[in-house]
Every structure is written in structure tokens, then in C-alpha cells.
């Protein structure tokens, strides 16, 4: 669906009330970014990963397509969160794990960070992250969103709008913000969303994108 589109269907729908002077298509594509960016924060909707590669003495690697260390393509998206870590052999490494002395942890979002004694020159670990699209800023550009997720989305820029009017601060007697916490409900109850544990993090049969 085009953000053209999603607006001409929130105009009829959920910006009824409001006029088109007082919140034009740019805010709405804001808004519609928004939305887009929760629900890939509370749906693992794209999940990715890149080759970590230590280098002598350096504890810190960063995921931001800049850091050498690290060979992660940001061109199409932006990350959110690291979620795990793995060896060539498949072996998955603990993250954030205060009882493991020799596992690694994540200060930032974006930022994978190994203790002294485990960095080793040329040892590759593949980190895998989730992601979200990059931010919309025309109306012909494409919203990357599963069609089941579109009266989420219509839900949630009618609470941004709303309340960006009315000064509402009470998000959760808002009644925009209660239907699109009840879509994404729906959403999960009936399995419309693949369960997180189901998807596959591992390099099976052989195929690691390392030698």
C-alpha cells in the first residue's frame, strides 16, 4: 500500500473529524512512520543479521554500517535492538549475562561489546538484530507492513492525531490508542504473526556466510 493511499483511507476513517489544513499529508506520513516503527517493535517483523569480525585489542564493535569491524547493510532499514549472537560452529553466545564472565554485552542498542579475554583477532560471530524500514517521506513511497497490521496502523496515527489536537494526555482512555491495542491483541490471539520462537537463528546445513 502507498502512504497516499493509507492517508486517503484515514481521511475517510480515523482524521474524519479533522481537517485536512490543520494536519497535512507530511504530518500524516510522521504519524504513519510512527505507527509503522511500534509494530515492528512489538512484532519481531524482520529479523537480519551481520558478521562481527574482532580485531586485536578492540572490545566495542558498533552496528551502524560505518564501524569496519562489522559488515551490516543499513541501507533498507534501521536496526532496533540487537537479539543474539552466534559462533561459526552455530554455538550461541550469552548476551547481557551478569553470571557469564566470559559473554558478551549490548551498552547500546547498536553496540556489541566483549570482555578482554574474549576478543581474538579474526574470530567472525554472526549478530543477529531486529529491524524496521526506513522512514517514509513521500507519498508515493510504500508502507513495508503486513496487510494484517493495517487497522493497527490506522489505529495508532488516529491516537497521534488526536491527541497531538486535543492535548490528551490520558493515552490509555484514549480510545484510538485502546483499538490499537486491541487489533495488535487480535492479531497475536489469532496467530496472524509468527511466533518469535519459530523463527530460525541459526546457520543450518552448512550454510555460514563464512569460509
Not at 53 to 72: F, S
Not at 159 to 170: D, I, L, P, T
Request: net charge negative; proline share 5%; glycine share 6%.
Amino acid at each position: 500500500m502507498l502512504a497516499s493511499e493509507a492517508i486517503a483511507n484515514l481521511r475517510q476513517t480515523e482524521l474524519k473529524q479533522l481537517s485536512a489544513t490543520s494536519i497535512v499529508d507530511a504530518t500524516v506520513i510522521g504519524y504513519l512512520n510512527e505507527a509503522v516503527l511500534e509494530l515492528y517493535k512489538r512484532f519481531n517483523l524482520w529479523q537480519d543479521s551481520c558478521i562481527l569480525t574482532q580485531a586485536d585489542a578492540v572490545q566495542k564493535y558498533t552496528l551502524d554500517g560505518i564501524d569496519v569491524n562489522t559488515d551490516i547493510d543499513l541501507s533498507d532499514k534501521q536496526l532496533i535492538l540487537i537479539s543474539e549472537a552466534y559462533d561459526p560452529e552455530g554455538d550461541e553466545l550469552s548476551l547481557n549475562d551478569e553470571d557469564d564472565p566470559y559473554g558478551a554485552v549490548t551498552p547500546k542498542y547498536n553496540i556489541v561489546e566483549f570482555p578482554p579475554d574474549g576478543v581474538t583477532a579474526g574470530n567472525q560471530f554472526s549478530i543477529v538484530f531486529r529491524a524496521a524500514p526506513l522512514d517514509m517521506t513521500q507519498t508515493t513511497d510504500t508502507i513495508d507492513l503486513t496487510p494484517v497490521l493495517f487497522s493497527a496502523m490506522y489505529f495508532y496515527v488516529g491516537f497521534r492525531a488526536h491527541v497531538s489536537q486535543k492535548g490528551n494526555e490520558q493515552l490509555e482512555n484514549n480510545t484510538h490508542y485502546k483499538r490499537f491495542l486491541g487489533e495488535c491483541n487480535r492479531v497475536e490471539r489469532l496467530g496472524l504473526i509468527v511466533a518469535e520462537s519459530v523463527v530460525p537463528h541459526k546457520f543450518d546445513g552448512g550454510n555460514y556466510p563464512w569460509p
